[in-house]
């Protein structure tokens, strides 16, 4: 590799370790909160792509929990959150 595209690669390594870090930090904020408000501000603030980056970052119960009361507020709508999920994970 040469040295200009190694530094490029090193540099995106880099955004994307601070961008994990972000999204660990944003899902911190919906750990602990009623599953109600927490799926509420997901949704009100987040698409399903970028929720689906904070979901990842929870455990699966909480993510289980969190689904279920998206689906409750957005019906079928909820689904897209679901998909976007999925596809972060690789189709799981």
């Keep these: 590799m ?4 190694a530094e490029v690669a090193r540099d995106a390594r880099v955004v994307d370790e601070k961008r994990a870090a972000t ?3 944003m899902a ?7 599953a109600v408000d927490a799926a509420r501000l997901l949704t009100s603030v987040y698409g399903p792509e970028e929720a689906a980056l904070i979901l990842t970052q ?3 119960d909480r993510v289980r929990e969190l689904i279920a009361a998206i689906h409750a507020q957005l019906g079928d709508e909820g689904v897209n ?3 976007a999920l999925q596809k972060l994970k690789g189709g799981r």
Excluded: H, S
Aim: charge should be negative.
């Design 28 to 34: 911190k904020l919906f750990e602990d909160t009623k």
């Design 58 to 60: 929870l455990d699966d």
């Design 81 to 83: 959150y679901v998909r």
């Design 23 to 25: 999204y660990r930090e």
């Design 2 to 5: 040469a040295p200009a595209a």
